[in-house]
């Protein structure tokens, strides 16, 4: 599967910004999907997954009551919407795809090319 991300910005704290994911080759149904993010000088870090049907969800605590991860089968999308946005929100975001859920970079084989979002305070 093909992984392609979009939406990120620049932003004020505070503010909002919705991150898009399109998937193209396979159907997105078949696969956990999850938002890595990666700081400025920092590791990349999960940020949300969600199941194949949508059911299950599971955040960092970084984000959680903040962000929320989305999806839709139908047309093979998957969303993080985000809100409350911090300058330490700073980071360029992957969406990525594995067979199993998990939170660790290990699952997922497929992986966007990352889109930024900056923070401004």
């Known amino acids: 599967v093909q992984l392609q991300a979009s939406g990120g910005g620049l932003v004020q704290a505070g503010g909002s910004l919705r991150l898009s994911c399109a998937a193209s080759?396979?159907?997105?149904?078949?696969?956990?999907m999850a938002w890595f993010r990666q700081a400025p000088g920092k590791e990349r870090e999960f940020a949300a997954v969600i199941s194949r049907s949508g059911n299950s969800v599971d955040y960092a605590d970084s984000v959680k009551g903040r962000f929320t991860i989305s999806r839709d089968n139908a047309k093979n999308t998957v969303s993080l919407q985000m809100a409350t946005l911090k300058p330490e929100d700073t980071a360029v975001y992957y969406c990525a795809a594995a067979l199993f859920y998990g939170t660790v970079e290990p699952y997922y084989g497929y992986w966007g090319q990352g889109t930024q979002v900056t923070v401004s305070s």
């Open positions: 080759g396979r159907t997105l149904s078949r696969y956990v």
